[in-house]
């Protein structure tokens, strides 16, 4: 009788997985930014060092400084204590910068939203002359203003010197807000009109949600250009009290026979620098959408 040929058992063991490979394009999409991660990187490295090589330099032990032994917060003490004392430096820098923002945004929003929503004869023409103030240089200006703000009886005020820092700044601000309401689509003017908004109205109601990053933009440039300026209040300010914190820096490099207190000064240098680098990490995203708002118009 034949023997009858039963089949080998099944393997019923589980399969070890496959190594997992990259897909391609994963990989090329890798190499293609492994460039722009290193440049990016680099750029960080170059802007970044300067503010922390201040930061260390400021409590580290330096001749000539209240910090010549071992690392501590002399030279901070040093910076407060300097004639009226840094906090009264810092309200003024806060006042000006708060003043010029607050000039800038509210004549640059509506400098822009007439521009870019209305028609009216020269519009173009003042819009050029407008911008043509970039090409002056501020400091020619500087005194025919400082004559010009004794006649109002503004001269050697913090008030003065914010409607200067304003002035310097209008002029960019409404070109940006002007691409930040040109972005929006005019439907949402329309509409807005059909529900019964004045221009105005549209513009508190509608318009303003939409050209919020261009303001961010436009309030962190005048921010930043008031809170660092030397020249300004250099000339514009004489009264000490009244000085902002950059001027008070300046000042107080040189002391006795001209020695330079390098320790002071990069203390001065970091409590400038860290409103700037925490303002502009909150408000990155908005900075960056502002300026990218007339790339696209809607």
């Known amino acids: 009788m034949a023997q009858l040929l039963t089949p080998p058992p099944l393997d019923t063991s589980p399969l070890e997985p496959l190594p997992e490979s990259t897909p391609p394009r994963r990989r090329r999409g890798g190499v293609v930014r492994t460039p722009g991660w290193v440049l990016t990187g680099g750029l960080a490295v170059v802007f970044a060092f300067p503010l922390l090589w201040a930061t260390v ?11 010549n032994d071992g690392w501590g ?18 309200l003024n820098s806060t006042i000006v910068s708060g003043l010029t923002v607050l000039f800038t945004l509210t004549i640059s929003l509506l400098g822009g939203y007439a521009f870019a929503r209305f028609r009216f004869p020269g519009k173009n023409v003042l819009f050029l002359a407008t911008l043509g103030i970039l090409m002056v240089p501020y400091a020619t200006l500087l005194i025919p203003l400082y004559v010009l703000l004794n006649d109002l009886g503004l001269g050697n005020s913090l008030l003065g010197l914010a409607l200067v820092m304003t002035l310097f700044q209008l002029p960019f601000a409404t070109f940006l807000m002007r691409i930040s309401f040109e972005s929006v689509p005019r439907e949402l003017d329309e509409a807005a009109q059909v529900d019964g908004c004045g221009p105005l109205a549209a513009l508190r109601h509608v318009l303003l949600p939409a050209v919020r990053p261009g303001m961010i933009t436009v309030g962190l440039f005048a921010f930043l250009a008031a809170w660092n300026d030397f020249i300004t209040p250099l000339i514009l300010i004489t009264d000490s009290a009244k000085s902002p914190l950059p001027l008070a820096v300046a000042n107080m490099r040189q002391q006795v026979m001209g020695v330079v207190d390098y320790g002071a000064t990069e203390a001065g240098v970091v409590v400038l620098a860290v409103p700037c680098v925490f303002l502009f990490i909150v408000l990155q995203r908005h900075y960056v959408r502002g300026f990218m708002s007339g790339a696209v118009k809607g």
Request: a negative charge; hydrophobic letters at 40%.
């Open 57 to 67: 330099a400021s409590v580290s032990p330096q001749a000539g400084s209240a910090q």
């Open 73 to 90: 917060l002399a030279n901070y003490r040093t910076l407060a204590d300097y004639q009226d004392g840094v906090w009264q430096y810092l």
